[in-house]
């Protein structure tokens, strides 16, 4: 007897699929290609089939989807960040959701390093001028960087790490072996950033004007949409750096194109952006930007990790268990979960 029905919003890596499978669920997954996602209408007719959804952050999981099935028994994310899903709604209607925590900081903290490295130093700069045919003889002024490390002008360098959940914290204990000053500003953690060995509390115009790289890390909500827009680059040191690999529309975009071409700020190293997959007009040719494709946890290991989780937490969901990975775990103790179960 089937375990019950996974509807999977865009295909996951098989880790997941197959743990799926095992524990006796039927699994139905979008069938598109790669470059696409389901309509709104496709999503909804998949809520309706499943007991389960197993969602994407590219696809809204809103009341529509929801209210389509009064049997849907939960929301596994494959993704830490569940902004794409209304978790408000969710818990009205007594729909456990769940996220893949944990598995994906140490890889999304080495990609902001990454980008950090790569827009200071030039190296996407670098590779295209070597592709491009462009060197001719190494000489003392080419392709000029900022210097990351403590050495050059004598001065440590100062990383400002704007939200300090896991990953912010292990983009910030990478700075170490870079011998950096850490500020962090993040009203939610500010004890855990004063008990923190290597971060220092800032408040954030103070870490926006001493940092040489400013990195967010908040989750997206309404209090963090555009929390850094024209006001917080003006305060920026125009040789300082900013850096994103949490969600677009914590900073303002159009700003930061203002701020790149008008020298308010040396550069930008962005993996996310404010209306994904596209970019606002001029961020392209912003020289002095590096842009990724929301690579952020894209490792073969780290998305197999995230296909585990999210299945395990589809499967306690179906087997009418907690959800190890529940972000809206007050809703089993609501007469609406109640009311569900019974359906
Ligand atoms: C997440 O998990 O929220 C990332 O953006 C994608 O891995």
């Not at 598109?32 to 969602?55: H, K, M, N, Y």
């Not at 003006?234 to 203002?258: C, F, H, Q, S, W």
């Amino acid at each position: 007897m089937s375990l019950g029905r996974v509807f999977v919003t865009r295909r996951i890596r098989d880790a997941g699929l197959d743990l799926l499978t095992k524990a006796g669920a039927e699994v139905q997954v979008w069938p598109g290609g790669e470059d696409e996602g389901p309509s709104q209408d496709e999503v909804i007719e998949g809520s309706r089939w499943a007991d389960v959804l197993l969602s994407l952050l590219t696809e809204p999981v809103n009341r529509a989807v929801m209210e389509a099935n009064p049997s849907l028994r939960g929301i596994a994310q494959f993704a830490v960040g569940y902004d794409n899903i209304d978790v408000g709604v969710a818990t009205e209607l007594g729909i456990p959701v769940s996220n893949t925590p944990g598995v994906l900081t140490n890889t999304t903290a080495d990609l902001t390093w990454a980008l950090l490295l790569s827009v200071s130093r030039n190296i996407a700069t670098g590779d295209q001028y070597m592709r491009g045919g462009h060197y001719k003889l190494w000489g003392p002024n080419l392709l000029l960087g900022e210097d990351t490390s403590p050495g050059g002008d004598g001065r440590r360098k100062v990383l400002g790490v704007i939200g300090f959940g896991r990953i912010g914290e292990a983009v910030a204990r990478r700075a170490m072996g870079f011998d950096m000053r850490v500020l962090a500003y993040d009203p939610y953690a500010r004890e855990a950033i004063e008990a923190d060995d290597q971060a220092e509390w800032a408040e954030l115009d103070v870490l926006l004007g001493e940092s040489d790289f400013v990195t967010v890390h908040t989750v997206l909500s309404d209090e963090t949409r555009h929390l850094i827009s024209t006001a917080e680059f003006e305060k920026m040191k125009p040789t300082a750096y900013i850096l994103n690999a949490a969600r677009g529309p914590i900073i303002d975009e159009a700003a930061l194109v203002v701020a790149l071409n008008e020298g308010q700020i040396a550069g930008a190293g962005l993996d996310v952006y404010e209306r994904e997959p596209e970019m606002v007009e001029g961020l392209a040719q912003c020289e002095n930007a590096v842009l990724l494709p929301h690579l952020g946890s894209a490792s073969r290991g780290t998305r197999d990790k995230m296909a585990t989780v999210a299945a395990t937490n589809a499967i306690a969901m179906l087997r009418g268990d907690r959800a190890p990975n529940c972000v809206n775990p007050d809703v089993y103790d609501s007469s609406a979960y109640a009311g569900r179960s019974r359906n």
